[in-house]
């Protein structure tokens, strides 16, 4: 619970009457040392008048400039400490206080990890923290950049929204939520709560004829109701995000807000191999709003009541409408809206069941 500092590295003192006690009591299990941060009052991303750009996990991110010390440094020695949590790497000694150093791309869970060597240091809720950088990019002020809402698909209680600098997206990360939220994400608003969809499709399907659009997915022919396909648009790049589900790939930029970007091949546990001539649909169900990544755009089809059939299986929240028989193989009528809020790697193998030959034997 205290430190020595020798050389500027701190060095833990081990208190030897506490472990004493824990001896004496025989824990098969050592305890696990826990840190929390008090949660934080919420930023207004509206309030926020300058970021800090920082490199992690080889990715260009913003914060909050507020509470950043002006100059990044140079990782130094560093004192590990043993049953901390993953993201904390140890402790560290600047300007006569002892920091825990904060891994971001950990902490982030970012697929990748970069060098690490630098650290921010930055006050929340009254205590300083380190957090490890890639590298720093500086401090942008409110003239050279604008702040754009997330949409409720990929928002969390620590990234709320995005800093747009010349067509360039960069997820705004609120340090303090991000330090005070917890890992299973449990006190976030739960994703079915975030959209109220308003689709008159299911109640028509099986009970008329229904116009749909029909578009490629992993090389074969699948449809959306063409009630909730607002338009095509040409593919454009799109941003990854943290902290989302895997069916979404990014946000971009549309009509001056903020879209995610969705591969429905995860739903059948692939990832879209995308090139600049693909298309994007844009799909709309009540205040969902969503691009959908797809190599073809096929057009229309009106399918007449004869050939609509059910899914032959018990999928949870209809997040597929039905299918229709087309020549020897079976296209599927896919809920957009449905696949994302509800999306779980167990609907995978029960969605699986259902493909044609065509799709299961696609590379």
């Not at 991110?61 to 130094?76: H, K, L, N, P």
């Not at 002020?141 to 949409?151: G, Q």
């Not at 490629?216 to 941003?239: C, I, M, N, W």
């Not at 001539?277 to 399918?303: P, Q, Y």
Request: glycine letters at 6%.
């Amino acid at each position: 619970d205290t430190c020595a500092v020798h050389s500027s590295g701190p060095i833990p003192v081990i208190n030897i009457a506490l472990l004493y006690s824990r001896i004496q009591k025989a824990e098969t299990e050592p305890p696990v040392a826990e840190f929390h941060v008090p949660a934080t009052e919420r930023r207004q991303i509206a309030s926020v008048k300058s970021v800090r750009l920082f490199e992690s996990g080889r990715e260009l991110f913003a914060a909050s400039a507020a509470g950043i010390e002006d100059e990044a440094v140079t990782r130094s020695r560093i004192s590990r400490l043993p049953l901390i949590p993953p993201h904390v790497q140890g402790l560290s000694f600047h300007r006569e206080s002892i920091l825990p150093l904060i891994s971001l791309s950990r902490k982030m869970k970012l697929s990748k990890t970069g060098a690490e060597a630098l650290a921010l240091v930055a006050e929340i809720g009254g205590e300083r923290f380190a957090f490890t950088a890639d590298a720093d990019a500086g401090t942008l002020f409110k003239k050279d950049f604008t702040i754009k809402p997330l949409p409720p698909l990929v928002e969390s209680n620590w990234i709320r929204g995005a800093v747009v600098r010349a067509g360039e997206i960069l997820p705004l990360i609120d340090l303090g939520g991000l330090m005070s939220a917890r890992a299973d994400g449990a006190d976030e608003r739960p994703l079915p709560e975030r959209y109220s969809p308003d689709s008159r499709f299911p109640f028509l399907f099986g009970k008329e004829d229904v116009e749909l659009v029909e578009f490629s997915l992993l090389g074969a022919r699948h449809a959306l109701p063409k009630t909730e396909v607002e338009d095509t648009v040409q593919f454009r790049p799109y941003r990854q995000v943290p902290n989302v589900q895997p069916i979404v790939v990014g946000v971009t930029e549309h009509d001056g807000g903020l879209l995610p970007v969705l591969d429905l091949a995860m739903c059948f546990g692939r990832r879209s191999l995308v090139t600049p001539d693909w298309s994007m649909l844009l799909v709309k169900n009540g205040d969902f709003r969503a691009l959908v990544i797809t190599e073809a755009v096929f057009g229309e089809r009106r399918l007449e009541l004869h050939a609509q059939r059910g899914v032959p299986m018990v999928l949870p929240h209809r997040v597929v409408y039905g299918c229709y028989p087309d020549a020897a193989v079976v296209r599927l009528v896919l809920n957009v809206e449905a696949l994302a809020v509800h999306f779980d790697k167990a609907l995978v193998k029960d969605l699986l069941r259902a493909l044609s030959k065509e799709m299961e034997q696609a590379p």
